[in-house]
């Protein structure tokens, strides 16, 4: 079956960057929109940014200009570059994906979230 899993997330200073990995790997034949998301502790998860399957991105005003979201899609992996970390930033990065299987319609698939810690 479908799985994702998300790399990269860690402790980092204001103004410093990651770089967060979100590879798909089981059964896939297509993998149309993907996303990051991110939830802090008692808030509600929320869009980060999306990117479409032919690359057209879109950004939440609060990373526009600092993150920049990308996919490999021959490797099936999605990226999240993220400078100028500010410590709003910290929360729980999710990544999802639109995925279909050749004997399937889209289904949305989670990873388990990777921590990002922006602390002085």
């Known amino acids: 079956q479908v799985q994702l899993v998300e790399s990269g997330g860690g402790l980092v200073q204001p103004g410093g960057s990651l770089r967060l990995s979100c590879a798909a790997s089981g059964n896939i034949f297509s993998i149309n929109m993907m996303d990051w998301y991110r939830q802090r502790p008692g808030k509600q998860r929320e869009l980060v940014a999306t990117?479409?399957?032919?690359?057209?991105?879109n950004y939440a005003d609060s990373v526009k200009g600092r993150f920049t979201i990308s996919r490999d899609n021959a490797k099936n992996t999605m990226y999240l570059q993220m400078n100028s970390l500010k410590p709003e930033d910290t929360a729980v990065y999710y990544c999802?994906?639109?995925?279909?299987?050749?004997?399937?319609?889209?289904?949305?698939?989670w990873g388990q979230g990777t921590q990002v810690t922006v602390s002085s």
């Open positions: 990117i479409t399957n032919v690359g057209t991105t």
């Open positions: 999802k994906a639109e995925i279909r299987s050749r004997l399937t319609y889209y289904s949305d698939y």
